[in-house]
């Protein structure tokens, strides 16, 4: 079936938490059927975010089970609805972490989807018919094709995985606080999955980058490894002391309770404190730390769709690459713990396609 609505719901199976233990394991379900603006899916490769651990134990109280996580989906299309005209089959593409949106409201017409207070994820939520999303863990998804990218020809699937999360994150506030100009200083506090793409892509934008972690622990690989032009351990108070003032954003994806006022004091006038993990915690500041230097403290959630297509483009024209671990869906619970102990450089990514899904957990 290449094109055409099919009239028949299709099975599939991924790898699912029934409850707030978060342990994965094979669950059949079935699919929506391919509607005439849908794009079935055939998944090739699934990264792991941090994201789908928060999701899979309920820390955020929001948690609907049995839920298949994943949301760096890459795979290759298998059918196309007939109204569907960016996608044929056999096209390699990518799906994030929105797969639905009401198109009304302002954040919808301006191109800034992920932020429609309708917005659909791509697990863990339900479509306006009733029935549960389930991400990429699973050997099949049928997504609209808005929600759609196409991975570049000759970029690996693998690679192109995390970009469609972790890569387009960073990129999007670069690009709407008008960060991504030749020529600044800015700074990645925390080397995960998020933090080791926001190196790369700043220095491909052409940045001088400081990579900010809690110890030394990090220096050789941030500094040799990843590129980081400098290095400063929040442990060190002199070190810090000396770089404040110094730096023209932070980008702060550390998902744990942290102080903000160190890092504000890096900032020099007009500086942007730009946070990204996801904390259950309130954070807090001196106000004198944001007035005596006209700094801010602003957020960011992935990115739109157009972003992501953009994210991919300047990846691919920039030789951009994601470090990555490649795992059997088998190891994805071993893989999720790790993940939590930030014991991965820095992103794994399940070979879907390459794994026996029917397998026993």
């Given at each position: 079936?290449?094109?055409?609505?099919?009239?028949?719901?299709?099975?599939?199976?991924?790898?699912?938490?029934?409850?707030?233990?978060?342990?994965?394991?094979?669950?059949?379900?079935?699919?929506?059927?391919?509607?005439?603006?849908?794009?079935?899916?055939?998944?090739?490769?699934?990264?792991?975010?941090?994201?789908?651990?928060?999701?899979?134990?309920?820390?955020?109280?929001?948690?609907?089970?049995?839920?298949?996580?994943?949301?760096?989906?890459?795979?290759?299309?298998?059918?196309?609805?007939?109204?569907?005209?960016?996608?044929?089959?056999?096209?390699?593409?990518?799906?994030?972490?929105?797969?639905?949106?009401?198109?009304?409201?302002?954040?919808?017409?301006?191109?800034?989807?992920?932020?429609?207070?309708?917005?659909?994820?791509?697990?863990?939520?339900?479509?306006?018919?009733?029935?549960?999303?389930?991400?990429?863990?699973?050997?099949?998804?049928?997504?609209?094709?808005?929600?759609v990218v196409k991975i570049p020809a000759g970029?690996?699937?693998?690679?192109?995985?995390?970009?469609?999360?972790?890569?387009?994150?960073?990129?999007?506030?670069?690009?709407?606080?008008?960060?991504?100009?030749?020529?600044?200083?800015?700074?990645?506090?925390?080397?995960?999955?998020?933090?080791?793409?926001?190196?790369?892509?700043?220095?491909?934008?052409g940045h001088h980058v400081t990579v900010i972690?809690?110890?030394?622990?990090?220096?050789?690989?941030?500094?040799?490894?990843?590129?980081?032009?400098?290095?400063?351990?929040?442990?060190?108070?002199?070190?810090?002391?000396?770089?404040?003032?110094?730096?023209?954003?932070?980008?702060?994806?550390?998902?744990?309770?942290?102080?903000?006022?160190?890092?504000?004091?890096?900032?020099?006038?007009?500086?942007?404190?730009?946070?990204?993990?996801?904390?259950?915690?309130?954070?807090?500041?001196?106000?004198?730390?944001?007035?005596?230097?006209?700094?801010?403290?602003?957020?960011?959630?992935?990115?739109?769709?157009?972003?992501?297509?953009?994210?991919?483009?300047?990846?691919?024209?920039?030789?951009?690459?994601?470090?990555?671990?490649?795992?059997?869906?088998?190891?994805?619970?071993?893989?999720?713990?790790?993940?939590?102990?930030?014991?991965?450089?820095?992103?794994f990514v399940v070979d879907v396609a390459g794994?026996?899904?029917?397998?026993?957990?």
């Amino acid at each position: 079936m290449a094109r055409g609505a099919s009239e028949t719901e299709r099975t599939a199976v991924g790898w699912a938490a029934r409850d707030a233990g978060g342990h994965l394991s094979p669950f059949s379900y079935t699919l929506r059927k391919t509607g005439p603006e849908d794009v079935a899916i055939k998944v090739l490769y699934c990264g792991i975010c941090h994201t789908d651990i928060h999701q899979a134990k309920n820390h955020l109280g929001m948690s609907r089970y049995p839920m298949v996580p994943g949301h760096e989906v890459v795979g290759e299309v298998e059918e196309v609805g007939a109204e569907v005209t960016k996608f044929r089959a056999g096209d390699v593409v990518g799906v994030g972490l929105i797969v639905g949106c009401c198109r009304e409201c302002h954040p919808c017409k301006s191109s800034n989807e992920q932020y429609c207070p309708k917005k659909i994820w791509s697990y863990n939520d339900v479509y306006p018919d009733g029935k549960p999303t389930q991400g990429g863990f699973s050997s099949a998804m049928v997504v609209d094709q808005k929600f759609v990218v196409k991975i570049p020809a000759g970029m690996a699937p693998e690679q192109a995985a995390p970009l469609l999360c972790a890569g387009v994150t960073v990129y999007s506030p670069l690009k709407r606080f008008n960060l991504a100009a030749p020529g600044l200083r800015g700074g990645v506090l925390g080397l995960g999955g998020v933090g080791h793409m926001g190196v790369k892509l700043a220095k491909a934008m052409g940045h001088h980058v400081t990579v900010i972690s809690s110890s030394d622990k990090k220096r050789g690989e941030a500094v040799d490894h990843l590129g980081a032009d400098a290095f400063l351990a929040s442990s060190d108070g002199a070190a810090m002391a000396a770089a404040a003032g110094t730096l023209d954003y932070v980008i702060d994806t550390v998902p744990a309770h942290h102080p903000l006022e160190p890092y504000l004091a890096l900032l020099g006038l007009d500086g942007k404190l730009i946070v990204m993990g996801v904390i259950g915690q309130p954070l807090s500041f001196l106000s004198p730390m944001l007035m005596l230097g006209r700094k801010s403290i602003a957020g960011s959630f992935v990115g739109s769709v157009e972003e992501a297509e953009e994210t991919l483009a300047f990846c691919k024209d920039k030789g951009v690459t994601s470090q990555i671990e490649v795992v059997k869906m088998g190891y994805v619970n071993e893989a999720l713990e790790r993940l939590e102990r930030n014991d991965v450089r820095y992103r794994f990514v399940v070979d879907v396609a390459g794994s026996n899904l029917d397998g026993a957990a």
